[in-house]
């Protein structure tokens, strides 16, 4: 399939063949939503902790004696139905992360870029080479082009000046080849992907 290439300044840039595998595919919702969700549980930190019984402050002490008191029969105050107890069958920490295979979650970027191009939402870079690598010059050429929540992919290495001056720019943000994920690319309205991005993606998604 064919798309404009734009450059930065708005201008046009001529065109490019996308990968009808990659760029021309029916995006499916049950496919990015499991990616979505295993890349969401492995960034999960699971440091949730709370006391049990063994590690709450009070004496170990029988509060009262067992029988006589017309009261119920306890032993310490550290039992969970007292105020400040231990709790009971509380979380602990642990890896809330699950398997997903490599042919799977390359399946799940496919359609993620599916469904950006499909959406209309896909702009083809010519370059994120800038001779003024500024962010005020940078945020007055978003603004010109109307992104707004924008994720930029950059070829193999992103550009260090254009990484530079979009640093401090809301809304815009830019990763390399590899940092590219179905997550990132889905919480964005327009995904902009560089002609070198088009080809590092068609590479590593083969």
């Known amino acids: 399939m064919k798309a404009d290439?734009?450059?930065?300044?708005?201008?046009?840039?001529?065109?490019?063949?996308?990968?009808?595998?990659?760029?021309?595919?029916?995006?499916?919702?049950?496919?990015?939503?499991?990616?979505?969700?295993?890349?969401?549980?492995?960034?999960?930190?699971?440091?949730?902790?709370?006391?049990?019984?063994?590690?709450?402050?009070?004496?170990?002490?029988?509060?009262?004696?067992q029988k006589g008191t017309g009261g119920a029969r306890h032993g310490d105050r550290?039992?969970?139905?007292?105020?400040?107890?231990?709790?009971?069958?509380g979380p602990t920490p642990r890896s809330h992360g699950h398997e997903l295979t490599k042919k799977f979650r390359k399946l799940g970027l496919r359609h993620a870029l599916s469904a950006k191009a499909t959406a209309g939402e896909l702009v083809v870079l010519d370059t994120t080479d800038v001779k003024d690598a500024k962010t005020s010059v940078l945020a007055k050429?978003?603004?010109?082009?109307?992104?707004?929540?924008?994720?930029?992919?950059?070829?193999a290495d992103v550009n260090e000046g254009f990484a530079r001056a979009a640093r401090n720019i809301e809304g815009l943000d830019i990763l390399p080849t590899m940092g590219a994920n179905v997550y990132d690319i889905l919480k964005r309205d327009t995904l902009v992907i560089t002609k070198a991005g088009v080809e590092a993606l068609e590479a590593r998604l083969k």
């Open 141 to 155: 050429a978003v603004k010109e082009l109307g992104w707004k929540r924008t994720l930029v992919i950059d070829g």
């Open 78 to 89: 550290n039992a969970p139905i007292f105020r400040k107890g231990g709790v009971y069958k």
């Open 5 to 65: 290439v734009i450059k930065l300044d708005g201008g046009k840039a001529g065109t490019v063949d996308l990968d009808e595998a990659l760029f021309g595919l029916e995006p499916r919702a049950d496919i990015l939503h499991r990616v979505v969700r295993w890349q969401r549980n492995n960034a999960q930190a699971g440091t949730h902790k709370v006391k049990t019984r063994s590690e709450t402050s009070y004496s170990t002490k029988k509060i009262y004696r």
